[in-house]
């Protein structure tokens, strides 16, 4: 009598024993008679996948040696802890640290004398403000020309002008830029012109040393002209007249100017010169 129903096949395709006592593979689960249920019988999948060696990949990127001259290529990341380039193993020690120690040597160096300069130019602008106080007061007496004199070697020393202007030519002003706004640098700036050169001419050259835009030659905008700093007023009403003519009549040599816009209107009306309130901001800077 047969009994189908009872035992399994081994799984093996080459066996296919029909076996009443089956065995059951531990790793890949199959049926397999007593035969093959050993691993290496029937060549378990799961075995060989568990053991199968990973195949070698390829490098993605290469980093290659930042030391001139040195074509060394490494798969492998070896940044400098410094620079945080990338060396090879020969070029490790590449001297980096060196430099950077040395640019910290700088820095300190640039540091410890950069405190003393500030105080030298913090000290010169304080005796700068109490000798400009003592020349205002002087003004005011009969040693008004020591103190023009005084004030004109201080501006001689700092100028800027026209190089081409030969030296006996020149004449020397300390000039206030315009006042454009509420928080407005009404600083002067030492400058010279030439004795031969028109009004004009000057404003030119000052506007241009100060960097001040200047739109004399253009309709409708406002004009550049210049102003006394004693009084607030217009040097010129022309552009044209020569500075020769006007020193030592309406300015002096070493004179405190202030250059600054006003419009056609006022020009034309002859009340163009500074109002009061701008005027004495205009000599509190010059202090």
Known sequence: ???????????????????????????????????????????????????????????????????????????????????????????????????????????????KWKKPKEQYRAAQENCDRKVEK?????????????????????????ALGDGKIPADNRIYFSVHPPATGENSDLKPAPLYTSKDWSVGRTIDLFSKKMKVPNKNNEPNEPKLRLFKLSDGALISSTTDIIMANLIDKSILNGDSLILNYVSEEVLKSGSSDIPDDLLQKYKSAAV
Not at 5 to 15: F, I, M, P, T, V
Not at 79 to 107: A, I, T, W
Not at 134 to 158: D, H, V, W
Request: overall charge positive; hydrophobic content about 30%; charged content about 30%.
């Open 1 to 111: 009598m047969e009994f189908p129903e009872l035992g399994q096949q081994c799984s093996l395709q080459d066996c296919k024993q029909l076996d009443f006592l089956p065995f059951t593979c531990a790793n890949c689960q199959q049926i397999f008679c007593k035969n093959h249920y050993i691993t290496s019988a029937h060549d378990c999948k799961c075995l060989n996948e568990f053991f199968r060696k990973p195949e070698p990949t390829q490098p993605s990127e290469f980093f290659t040696c930042n030391k001139e001259d040195c074509k060394d290529r490494s798969p492998i990341a070896l940044p400098c802890p410094f620079c945080k380039q990338h060396f090879c193993v020969s070029h490790r020690h590449h001297g980096c640290k060196d430099d950077l120690m040395n640019s910290e040597r700088k820095k300190l160096e640039v540091e």
């Open 134 to 158: 003592a020349l205002r007061k002087a003004e005011t007496t009969q040693l008004q020309p020591m103190a023009q004199k005084i004030r004109l070697m201080k501006i001689k020393g700092k």
